[in-house]
């Protein structure tokens, strides 16, 4: 799509405040998202595609799926937020509406979250809707996919907005797919190893509050220091390119 069809930033003065800045970053990723819609449909694809596969190719046995069930599951999901994290910014970059972003006088990590945000409603939230039925393919139980979709629904988030800073450094790179992977990925193991962790533990009949706890502390964590973490990555981009 040319730049000429997209939606366009208009937040340059100085009295539009903060919030309605972020509401209009916010409103136009959606816009331009559903314009094209096979950049949202390629994560829960591949989402799809990768729990479906995954016990015809190592076991369809319902003891093994139940128990690997919610890894596989987080697993898929984790791939899939990193699959679309190259788009994150990559399309603004191309068309210059970054860089007007950067030059706004609104703080720029005020509107990196809004962005973020926008991702996770388009990649996170839907894997968060289709867990279930993904859940009952693999044989998990009712208390494990409720399980499931809270520790989807407070981490993907958190994958969002790690990914948000490996995007920012990566921007305008060669072979940035590759890079973002490697830079991303050791991030997110604590998130992988806390969700199944919970999971695991609710199937085993313990108790999973202090789990929950630590996933949203790192949620809390991310959301104060990752955009402005991706703000300054996105500033060394931008005067790099």
């Known amino acids: 799509m040319n730049a000429e069809a997209r939606p366009t930033v208009q937040l340059a003065s100085s009295s539009v405040s903060a919030l309605a800045a972020m509401k209009g970053v916010f409103a136009r990723d959606m816009k331009v998202a559903f314009r094209q819609r096979q950049d949202l449909l390629n994560p829960l694809l591949f989402f799809i595609m990768v729990v479906t596969l995954f016990p015809l190719g190592v076991s369809p046995e319902v003891s093994f799926l139940s128990q690997a069930g919610a890894g596989i599951l987080w697993v898929a999901a984790l791939l899939s937020v990193l699959l679309s994290l190259d788009h994150l910014f990559r399309h ?4 210059g509406t970054l860089e007007q972003l950067v030059l706004q006088p609104q703080p720029l990590f005020l509107l990196v979250l809004a962005k973020t945000m926008a991702h996770w409603m388009l990649t996170g939230l839907p894997l968060v809707i289709l867990a279930p039925v993904l859940g009952v393919m693999v044989h998990l139980d009712g208390n494990s996919i409720a399980v499931l979709c809270l520790t989807l629904l407070i981490g993907t988030p958190v994958l969002s907005l790690i990914g948000a800073i ?3 450094l990566t921007l305008g790179l060669r072979s940035a797919g590759v890079l973002l992977s490697l830079l991303i990925i050791p991030l997110y193991i604590p998130v992988l190893i806390f969700g199944t962790g919970t999971v695991a533990a609710a199937a085993e ?5 202090a789990y929950l706890a630590l996933m949203g502390a790192f949620l809390m964590l991310a959301l104060t220091l990752a955009p402005f973490a991706a703000a300054a ?6 005067s790099n390119g």
């Open 92 to 95: 603004d970059f191309d068309d």
């Open 166 to 168: 490996g995007a920012a």
């Open 205 to 209: 009949g313990a108790a999973v509050g």
């Open 233 to 238: 990555a996105l500033k060394i981009s931008m």
